[in-house]
């Protein structure tokens, strides 16, 4: 019974109104929501760039072992470089279904 009093019902809209014309508290939203999206997005952002480091390691391997000689398998070494290879390119692949996870939670 007290929302359809038209007294609190008036008072009521008079303080949302005082209250969404104030700019300390536009402020204040503002500041809070933008540091929300910030920090939503940071851990995207290093998973983005882990995922590039990666890659770029990855390559920097793959350029490693054609420039001595190619992609034959061996030696100790190369054996060495294809299990370090397979062993990026699924650490790639998972942290690339999680970015895509957490891509879609977002």
């Known amino acids: ?11 009521s809209m008079e303080f949302a109104t005082d209250v969404v014309g104030d700019d300390v508290v536009q402020r ?3 500041e809070a929501l933008y540091n929300t999206l ?6 995207t952002l290093s998973v983005a760039l882990g995922l590039i480091g990666g890659g770029l390691i990855l ?4 350029a490693f072992r054609y420039a001595n000689g ?6 100790v070494l190369d ?10 390119l699924q650490f790639i692949e998972v942290s690339g279904s999680m970015l895509e996870g957490l891509g879609k939670v977002l």
């Open 1 to 11: 019974n007290a929302l359809n009093d038209p007294d609190i019902l008036d008072h």
């Open 28 to 30: 204040t939203a503002g």
């Open 38 to 43: 910030s920090y939503a997005v940071r851990p």
């Open 59 to 62: 390559t920097s391997i793959v």
């Open 70 to 75: 190619g992609m034959g398998g061996s030696t």
């Open 79 to 88: 054996a060495q470089l294809d299990r370090a290879v397979s062993t990026s």
